[in-house]
């Protein structure tokens, strides 16, 4: 299943960023294409795009969508892994140290595995539009670290296919240090503030 | 009349007390009663919810093949095996692709679930959005199975008509009993038993914390309580009431009886239903009659004769020894008068009662009758017992009184008393009358005939002359003789004589 949408650019291989090109992306390049985003409000008209029927689900029944994916993700959560519910979504953060190493977007293994798991959930609760986003500390190179966390979250992305997560459900965004979770000037907030978003948004009919 | 009033009081405390305590017990019993209903439906409901959440994990760890036959027969078999699951179904995401229950295709998906778990499970209170017909379920799932259970059923303990239960998990109402009860939330109640009396009802709540924090809270009518037992306590009541009514009956005509004998007595005092008999007072030595004691006979109109042992002491409880005692004086002057106005050694005893000493009433009539008789005191003997003497010390002076007068004074039934020598000393006697007990000992070789002989000598001692009552045999008149006891009475010479008879006997001996 692919969406079609316009403003937006696969992902191209930076050869100055060294580590950020990562095995993962060679192989997306190769066959999947992941959608990035490099602004939030493009998601909105992501959400609205889709007209298959078998890919949306009606309005009463996403209330119930949500509690019981949540339910699902919970139950696998592990060490470094928090799952929202949110008031229309669900979020699953995953700690940047549990996840990267430093300066790197080369998931851990354990981090991988834990992925691996989320594709199942993923895969039964297929009618979701899965928004991952990057997001780092404030220090060091502003561009650096959108390109870092950029990097980072298309990696998600692309375990996520390997899992068999249909890339067309998948849109990438890095943001850097726009939006903190944390307070920059203490360590502790900056652990905090490095960290993988996935967001998995239900894709309504009739909205 | 006291007496009676003072026992009845009595026995309505006894009553009234044994009914306090039985209300307490009963009280008690209900608030226990309560108590541990809310307590059962408690533990009945954790156990239900901890079942269910099993169950669950067994259906999903379940390797059959997603909705083929063998797994339809599984859930099918649990959900009759529990009474208050009304749906089992499996799913995947929201499509309930099989399951038994429901009508196929009527999938619940309420839109906000009530509390979702760590562990997984997600659960629905009842409400609105998990309606099937008119049942409002609660529903819980974990992974791709969930269950419907009918919260009515988890209160399925009949309830007394004036209870009412509600049970709550997570701080949410789950169910109630009868279904529209209001109840008070768990969070305002202490745990245990409260009574409110304001609304008159008994609460109690309990807790518990195992696997789904969860109160339960029962409620009853404090009014109906007084309403369940009212009967009980109506009927105790009621036979208190009966069982005390017929035991006044019995007192009252008891007493009746014992009243309607003091009228009788007092109407025969008036009507001359009194008759004196005379036992003849025998010498020993010469066997001629001395004298008689005068004895009162009272014969009913029933033709019923009533003993002086009773009639005495009833006619002492009532104050009319007085008049009996006059009565007799007068009998004796009419009877024997004559008699003895011609035998001046001759005397009559008369018996006096102790309460006779009281008052110079008895003295005055003596004084009076006498008088009028034409015949000096020492004609009548005065006999007080021995225990007269003991209780009334003042009579001392009265005593004298009639002695200076003429009178002798005989101490009767002596030795039954406990009166010592110098007491006796104390008073002015002239005959010692020796009680039948110990001359009926004479006879027979009990520790009494020993102190006869002392009894003999005090007598003597003291100058008294001796007179043996209830002498029944030649031995013991014999006996009584040898030791110095000259005069006597008893069957042995004459049973109590009518006036005409014994002036036969009289002049006979």
Redesign the interface.
């Known amino acids: 299943m692919l969406l079609t949408v316009s403003a937006c650019t696969p992902i191209m291989d930076r050869e100055g960023l060294g580590d950020i090109k990562s095995q993962d992306t060679r192989r997306a390049e190769a066959s999947e294409i992941i959608t990035v985003i490099n602004d939030e409000r493009e998601l909105l008209a992501l959400r609205r795009q889709s007209d298959d029927p078998g890919s949306i689900i009606s309005p009463d029944a996403v209330g119930y969508y949500l509690d019981v994916q949540t339910a699902r993700l919970q139950a696998i959560a592990q060490e470094g892994v928090a799952v929202e519910k949110r008031a229309d979504h669900i979020a699953i953060v995953l700690s940047g140290q549990e996840s990267f190493a430093v300066g790197s977007s080369s998931l851990k293994p354990e981090m991988r595995r834990h992925l691996d798991k989320l594709a199942v959930v993923m895969n039964e609760y297929e009618k979701n539009l899965i928004f991952i986003g990057g997001h780092s500390d404030s220090s060091g190179d502003p561009a650096y670290n959108i390109a870092l966390s950029q990097g980072r979250a298309s990696a998600v992305g692309q375990h996520l296919v390997s899992s068999h997560v249909a890339s067309g459900r998948l849109v990438v965004m890095g943001f850097g240090d726009a939006e903190p979770l944390g307070d920059n000037s203490s360590e502790l907030g900056r652990a905090k503030n490095r960290r993988i978003e996935i967001e998995l948004w239900p894709l309504i009919g009739g909205e | 009349m006291i007496v009676l009033l003072i026992a009845m009081a009595g026995v309505l405390g006894l009553i009234s007390a044994l009914g306090w305590y039985a209300w307490q017990k009963s009280v008690g019993a209900e608030e226990k009663r309560l108590s541990t209903l809310a307590e059962q439906l408690g533990q009945r409901a954790e156990s239900i919810l901890t079942d269910s959440r099993t169950l669950l994990e067994d259906l999903n760890n379940n390797t059959a093949q997603p909705c083929s036959q063998s797994h339809i027969k599984r859930m099918q078999t649990e959900a009759i095996a529990r009474p208050y699951i009304r749906a089992i179904g499996y799913?995947?995401?929201?499509e309930r692709r099989c399951g038994v229950g429901f009508i196929q295709g009527a999938a619940l998906?309420?839109?906000?679930?009530s509390k979702?778990?760590?562990?997984?499970?997600?659960a629905w209170w009842p409400g609105p959005e998990t309606a099937v017909g008119d049942s409002e379920l609660f529903i819980m799932?974990?992974?791709d199975h969930d269950l419907a259970i009918d919260p009515r059923l988890l209160i399925n303990r009949s309830l007394a008509s004036e209870q009412r239960a509600g049970l709550w998990v997570e701080g949410l109402l789950m169910a109630t009993s009868p279904t529209n009860a209001q109840l008070p939330a768990p969070d305002t109640l202490t745990p245990g038993l409260t009574i409110d009396r304001e609304q008159d009802t008994l609460v109690a709540r309990f807790s518990l914390d195992t696997v789904f924090p969860m109160d339960v809270v029962a409620e009853q009518s404090s009014r109906s309580f007084l309403a369940r037992y009212s009967t009980t306590l109506l009927t105790a009541t009621i036979l208190g009431i009966l069982l005390m009514t017929l035991w006044a009956l019995v007192v009252r005509a008891l007493s009746k009886r014992h009243l309607s004998l003091i009228g009788e007595l007092r109407s025969a005092l008036e009507h001359e239903g009194i008759e004196a008999v005379y036992q003849p007072i025998i010498n020993l030595e010469t066997g001629r009659c001395c004298g008689a004691e005068v004895l009162a006979r009272w014969q009913r109109v029933n033709g019923e004769t009533i003993r002086p042992d009773i009639f005495i002491p009833l006619a002492e409880q009532h104050h009319l020894i007085g008049a009996v005692t006059r009565c007799m004086l007068q009998h004796t002057l009419r009877d024997c008068g004559e008699l003895l106005r011609d035998n001046p050694d001759l005397t009559i005893n008369l018996n006096l009662s102790p309460l006779d000493l009281e008052d110079n009433a008895i003295a005055e009539a003596l004084d009076v009758e006498l008088t009028r008789a034409g015949l000096p005191p020492s004609a009548i003997k005065l006999e007080i017992t021995e225990r007269g003497l003991l209780d009334h010390e003042g009579c001392r002076e009265l005593i004298s009184t009639l002695r200076q007068r003429g009178h002798r004074i005989a101490i009767d039934d002596f030795g039954t008393g406990y009166s010592s020598l110098s007491y006796l000393e104390s008073f002015e006697l002239d005959t010692l009358k020796l009680d039948k007990a110990f001359v009926d000992a004479i006879e027979t070789h009990a520790v009494t005939s020993s102190v006869i002989p002392h009894i003999i000598e005090m007598a003597r001692s003291l100058k008294l002359d001796m007179v043996a009552e209830g002498i029944e045999s030649e031995h013991q008149a014999r006996w009584l003789t040898s030791n110095g006891v000259h005069m006597g009475q008893g069957y042995l010479y004459s049973k109590p004589l009518g006036a005409a008879d014994f002036i036969k006997y009289l002049s006979e001996s």
């Open positions: 799913w995947r995401a929201v998906t309420p839109p906000k679930a979702i778990y760590p562990n997984g499970v997600v799932r974990l992974g």
